[in-house]
């Protein structure tokens, strides 16, 4: 069954990037604070929904919202990320995808990242190889924290003066370099595809990471989630992976 949902995402994911690829005019609905809206966020969640239609199975997405009940209760679900770095794609800059992943529980079952302006398509799940446009990879990382990147983001609700923020910027120092590219889907497939060597963020929501965690589930490497809802926002999330242990933020 893993292979045939992953097939599913896939051809979903395929038929939603390159349609958002084919968009030369972004129309913004509201631009609030460090937030922004897109009309394309929405209809691109809604092409999605009706794709995944056929198989029977819940939908939970940024823009459109699910039953979020159902995460406690263990069934399968999809989650949606529609545009995954929303303010790059209404900038015309790289860093944007399109994140879809089956879910059961807190668990990853299947997932796929599109970075529909490279071109690229990062697959994998539970019991399945991690693959780059169908092309089973195998990472290489860093050996030592030294020589690792760490991939990381600010979300738009972030509290610059929280206490979390100033203990991550202290093990950040540990890391060769500190990257961000202002989606979480990409830096987690970017991690999974051994271009860097841990991510790390807090305040994120599950559609999110949904996708990079079964990438990393494919390639039994350390994923860390910690649920830190708020009110009304029951799916408010912190998320670590890394390529090692060590690699991982105290």
């Known amino acids: 069954m893993n292979k045939q949902m992953l097939q599913t995402a896939i051809n979903v994911a395929r038929l939603a990037g390159d349609r958002l690829n084919g968009i ?19 209809e691109s969640e809604m092409f999605i ?36 770095g929303t303010y790059n794609f209404l900038r015309g800059m790289p860093g944007v995808c399109v994140s879809i992943a089956l879910m059961r529980g807190w668990e990853p079952v299947v997932g796929v990242i599109y970075d529909f302006t490279r071109g690229e398509i990062f697959a994998g799940g539970e019991g399945l190889p991690f693959t780059i446009n169908g092309v089973e990879t195998k990472p290489k990382w860093a050996n030592e924290m030294a020589q690792a990147v760490l991939m990381c983001g600010f979300p738009s609700a972030a509290n610059l003066e929280d206490e979390n923020l100033k ?29 860097a060597d841990s ?16 990438l990393m ?33 105290a």
């Open 199 to 214: 991510y790390s963020e807090r305040g994120l929501y599950l559609w999110d990471v949904a996708g990079g965690m079964a």
């Open 49 to 84: 929904r009706d794709l995944l239609a056929s198989t029977n199975i819940p939908v939970i997405g940024e823009e459109q919202g699910g039953d979020a009940s159902i995460v406690e209760r263990g069934d399968l679900y999809w989650v949606v990320d529609p545009i995954d």
């Open 24 to 42: 030369a005019k972004r129309r913004v609905n509201s631009d609030a604070g460090k937030d922004v809206k897109l009309q394309e966020d929405i």
């Open 167 to 195: 203990k991550f910027l202290l093990a950040a120092q540990q890391f060769k370099k500190v990257r961000m590219v202002g989606s979480a889907a990409l830096a987690m497939a970017w991690v999974a595809a051994g271009r």
């Open 217 to 249: 589930k494919s390639l039994s490497v350390p994923c860390n989630i910690e649920s830190i809802p708020l009110k009304g926002k029951p799916l408010r999330v912190a998320i670590q992976a890394a390529a090692k242990e060590e690699f991982l933020l």
